[in-house]
């Protein structure tokens, strides 16, 4: 699912629409299919009607709270960068967003454990001149692409903000 045209500008453009890279859900997705595999097991092997219950709570407990949960805020939590800014959209429940116009940006790293450089991913570091300073972008599927292309379009929206207009040529 992309972002939705009525968040952006009339000539603003999606570059890359991003989820976290899927190890990020690799966990709640074992935790589920345990909690579940766990909860058979004990229907099966008890034969008293109380404790089944009370394995069947604990296990939607489980899977609920470890499972699906990270799960839904994976599915919630979005990287856009466009033509002309960095937008992040997270929370289920309470929806955090932030957006950083390129103009703002002073540098665009890129952070690779070995795992990552496994996986492909990577953590985009980037520094912005809003008070918040620094804004870290967890398990970035393609990390080095989207940091080269971040920052040609950092260096464009610099270029074009250092370009005197026609209004600023004249007497």
């Known amino acids: 699912m992309t ?5 952006l500008s009339d000539d603003e453009e999606v570059v890359y629409h991003l989820r976290t890279h899927l190890k990020a859900i690799f966990v709640p997705i074992l ?4 909690a579940l595999a766990a909860a058979s097991v004990g229907m099966v092997a008890v034969e008293s009607d109380i404790p089944r219950l009370g394995i069947v709570v604990v296990a939607l407990v489980v899977a609920a709270v470890w499972g699906i949960w990270p799960i839904l805020n994976w599915l919630a939590s979005t990287y856009t960068i466009t033509n002309q800014r960095l937008i992040t959209r997270s929370g289920v429940l309470t929806r955090t967003g932030r957006d950083i116009p390129h103009e703002h940006i002073h540098d665009v790293a890129y952070e690779q454990s070995v795992l990552d450089r496994l996986l492909r991913c990577g953590t985009l570091v980037v520094s912005s001149a809003s008070e918040q300073g620094t804004v870290r972008l967890h398990d970035v599927p393609g990390v080095h692409a989207v940091q080269l292309r971040l920052s ?3 260096r464009e929206s610099d270029d074009e903000v250092a370009r005197p207009t026609e209004a600023d040529q004249r007497p």
């Open 152 to 154: 040609e379009l950092v």
């Open 31 to 34: 935790v589920l299919i345990v």
């Open 3 to 7: 972002l939705s045209r009525r968040h």
